[in-house]
């Protein structure tokens, strides 16, 4: 196939592939009757030998729900991770769906439950299998390595899984290795990752519907505004927002750098979600947003991912109660999808122990 037909049909998959939903707009709760939801979701939780796992995009609620009741709030590999050295009968993912499948994937034998299972990811949606797969046939002699945020099927097709929080180490082994690389979907992220450690990739076109309305030229004014912030960039930005950054990294990562640095303010360019966990570790510093196309009109997500607002206390009490929205995964898939995951945690205990 020639570049010219590769770029065509890399232009005719980057067609819109799904709608992104506005924001959920949650009833309001009163602090009483939040109490009594938290309450009654603690009850079955420990009723049914549950355990909640929340991302740091999540709502607050849900992340101080999951601390209290001995659950976790973290990225995605924490997560996926957390999950298989839990002794839970369940899990309940509060997150968006590639990880209440990486949770079943990783242990079969537990049942797995979504507030929203329509609660999914641009990254997700915009990699279908089937032409991830026609993509990566052209390359036979290429390692396939494909972001967590992705379908059962198309991590099936991989060799290797990886989160933003151990993608540079494991591209930079691989590398090392002299292994040529298929990389998908997050094309920023790949990008990054390509600039930093120098391996040879072909990317998947896709893109974080959240990090990529980050603005450079807005970002650059605002660091004229608080010089001495330091500035905090997840890497499924644009490059020419990460460029601007003091600490690029998966979300663990930037709550650490807040925590970490002697910097009293920080910009940060990542889902807001994750401003209640870093208010947490750093209680007296002062947070700011980094700038998208604004708070009105145009912004489609202004910094908030919709699917990962599709979670709530509301929600999360309904499935405990009634067992709805059970994570399944083809058999198949599943036994086919956990060799990379696997792969990846594996690599992870490796880098600890070194
Ligand atoms: P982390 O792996 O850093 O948690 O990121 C997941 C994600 O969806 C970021 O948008
Ligand atoms: Fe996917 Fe972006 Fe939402 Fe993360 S923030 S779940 S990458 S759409």
Same mark, same amino acid.
């Given at each position: ?21 506005s ?69 309940i ?31 997700d949606?915009g ?8 993509f990566?046939?052209? $390359? +036979? %002699?290429?390692? !396939?390595? #494909? ?5 059962? =099927? @198309?991590?099936?097709?991989?060799d ?40 040879e ?24 505004? $608080? +010089? %001495?912030?330091? !500035?905090? #960039? ?5 490059? =020419? @927002?990460?460029s601007?950054?003091?600490?690029v ?83 198949d ?22």
């Amino acid at each position: 196939m020639s570049n010219a037909d590769t770029k065509n049909r890399l232009a005719a998959v980057s067609k819109p592939l799904f709608v992104i939903p506005s924001h959920p707009i949650w009833p309001e709760l009163s602090k009483k009757e939040e109490q009594q939801l938290k309450e009654r979701i603690a009850e079955l939780l420990e009723k049914q030998n549950g355990v909640l796992l929340a991302h740091y995009y999540t709502d607050a609620r849900l992340q101080d729900l999951a601390e209290a009741t001995g659950g976790c709030v973290a990225d995605s590999l924490e997560m996926a991770r957390f999950g298989t050295e839990h002794p839970a009968d369940t899990l309940i993912v509060a997150g968006v769906r590639f990880m209440g499948e990486t949770s079943k994937i990783l242990n079969n034998e537990k049942r797995v439950l979504m507030p929203d299972l329509g609660a999914t990811c641009s990254l997700d949606e915009g990699c279908p299998a089937d032409q991830f797969s026609e993509f990566c046939d052209q $390359y +036979p %002699d290429h390692t !396939v390595v #494909v972001y967590a945020n992705t379908s059962a =099927a @198309v991590k099936a097709r991989s060799d290797w899984v990886v989160t933003s929080g151990i993608a540079l180490p494991i591209i930079k082994h691989l590398s090392e290795n002299n292994k040529q690389i298929i990389w998908g979907p997050d094309k920023h992220l790949g990008s990054y990752v390509q600039r930093e450690t120098g391996a040879e990739m072909i990317f998947w076109p896709g893109s974080c519907i959240v990090h990529e309305e980050f603005r450079s030229i807005a970002l650059e004014r605002v660091r004229k505004l $608080y +010089p %001495d912030a330091a !500035v905090l #960039v997840h890497p499924e930005s644009p490059e =020419a @927002v990460i460029s601007q950054a003091d600490v690029v990294g998966s979300t663990t990562a930037l709550i650490e750098a807040v925590a970490s640095l002697p910097n009293d303010a920080f910009i940060v360019a990542t889902d807001k979600g994750i401003f209640s966990k870093m208010k947490k570790v750093a209680p007296s510093k002062t947070l700011i947003e980094a700038p998208t196309e604004g708070e009105g009109a145009t912004c489609q997500s202004c910094a908030r991912c919709p699917w990962m607002g599709m979670n709530s206390l509301q929600n999360l009490l309904e499935v405990l109660e009634n067992g709805k929205n059970e994570v399944f995964v083809q058999a198949d898939l599943a036994a086919k999808a956990r060799i990379p995951i696997q792969r990846m945690l594996d690599f992870a205990q490796q880098m600890i122990k070194r």
